[in-house]
């Protein structure tokens, strides 16, 4: 990915929404823009925006998405619009559409990565050097 991480897009921290880690959801979660999930959701999430699954957050569904960052669990495909970073952290079975793609060593991705138009997608690795992204849930971007 460019220099410029995905979280430095994320939108004004008064106008996301947010599920505490102490949230279980069941059932499906849409929305027009940015979600913070640090809980756990058993069912399929469709954000328009930019979706940041905590350290703690997990998802066992299919995940829509703009942008998204993973530090958590995706059990589950995947599609994004535009990009979606793995962090060190994050743990994900299932396939991924996306334009871009990123994934820190030592994150874990059992699935294939595809283009929208069906084309396999070659990721770039990054080391999370910046001490601000290491061990942050998603809460904080």
Known sequence: MESKRICDGFADPMTRSIIRDSTRVTGNISG??????????????????LLVIGEKGSV?????????????????????????????????????????????????????IYTHEGKTLAPDYFTEKRKDLQGRSGTKP
């Open 32 to 49: 027009p823009g940015d979600l913070a999930l640090d809980g756990e959701l058993q069912g399929d999430i469709s954000i328009s925006g």
């Open 60 to 112: 066992q569904g299919k995940v829509t998405a703009g942008n998204m960052i993973l530090a958590g669990r995706v059990l589950g495909s995947v599609r994004v619009e535009v990009g979606i970073e793995i962090r060190s952290s994050g743990r994900m079975k299932g396939d991924v559409v996306c334009a871009k793609i990123a994934i820190a060593e030592g994150a874990f991705l059992e699935g294939g």
